[in-house]
Every structure is written in C-alpha cells, then in structure tokens.
C-alpha cells in the first residue's frame, strides 16, 4: 500500500534490524504506552516477532502487521498493525506507533487512513477501532484527526507499562 510519503509493507525479516533500530532509538517514548516494548529489546526478539507476524499475514490471523517507510528516503519510521477482532462481522482494530523523529509530521494519520481505506475496501471491514491509554493524548489526536468517534472510556481497564491501574479510551469507524 502506498500514499503520497509512506510505504505500508508487510512486516519482513529483511527490515527487522532496522525494526529494532527504530524501537530502541524511541524505547522511552514508545515505553510509556507499549506494554510489549520490554520483549522487543534484543535483536533476535524482533527477528522472533516479525517471524510471527509474518506467519500471521500467511494465515490472517491475529494482526496484520506493517512496517511503514517513508519512501523519499526509504527509512522505517514505524509501524501499524490492522489485529483482527472478529472475521465473521468483520471487525478490526488498529495500532501504532512512530520513532521519535517521525512524530508530528502527520506519518501516523496517513497511515491509519490507508490502513482504513484497505480494511473498508478490500476486507469488507464493517468496523474498526481503535483503543489507547486515556492519557495517551498524541494517540487519541490521531483517533480524532481521523474522524474516528470517541465511543467511551472504559474505567480501571488495564495497567499501564508502570503497573498502575489506568482507563481505556476507545474510538471507532463504522460502515453498514
């Protein structure tokens, strides 16, 4: 998948060093959110995952997972991941994430729309979320850039990366 400055790729061992590169550069960042930020520290973690994901696209199941390049100067900024929720319906949800250096600059919200566009038109998406930390305000300014619509919070829901109870937000995008 393409758009105007980004390459969605499916996940690939020849770019999970580069992969690992991008986390560890943004650990601090991407920590405070990701709680599978501590498995993805050593190289042949992320060789390990991106293995998974892509027997995950092999099979579609769980998540698919992308690498997203900017294409000007073909680097790895990130990655979105569509994990499948339901088949039957069907319904999706999506997450991601950008290296320190790529944030602000609308990558994430390009990304997610193509990502959409590909679930609505290809995958007969009937809905697709997205969920975050309450207090994760970038994630939620995305969601809303979006036109996903807040559709609740859901209170004490999970732990957060520092072991303290924490609020889920969920937005979300539907078609009929």
């Known amino acids: 998948m393409e758009t105007t400055r980004l390459k969605l790729i499916p996940a690939c061992l020849e770019r999970a060093e580069e992969a690992h590169h991008a986390v560890m550069h943004s650990r601090k960042t991407l920590e405070v959110f990701l709680p599978w930020i501590p498995y993805a520290l ?32 073909d680097r ?32 994430a919200s390009e990304a997610l729309l193509e990502l959409e566009r590909y679930a609505f038109e290809d995958l007969g998406a009937r809905r697709i979320a997205i969920t975050a930390d309450s207090t994760n305000h970038k ?38």
Do not use: H
């Open 42 to 73: 050593t190289l042949e973690a992320m060789i390990d995952g991106t293995q998974k994901a892509i027997t995950n696209f092999k099979n579609f199941e769980e998540e698919l997972r992308y690498f997203i390049i900017e294409k000007q100067s």
């Open 139 to 176: 994630s939620r300014a995305v969601a809303e850039r979006c036109g996903y619509e807040f559709e609740g919070e859901l209170r004490n829901e999970r732990l957060n990366t520092s072991g303290n109870l924490s609020n889920t937000v969920v937005y979300a995008k539907i078609r009929n």
């Open 76 to 107: 790895m900024i990130g990655a979105i991941g569509l994990m499948i929720r339901d088949k039957k319906v069907p319904s999706f949800e999506i997450g991601y994430w950008l290296d320190d250096t790529s944030v602000g600059k609308g990558y």
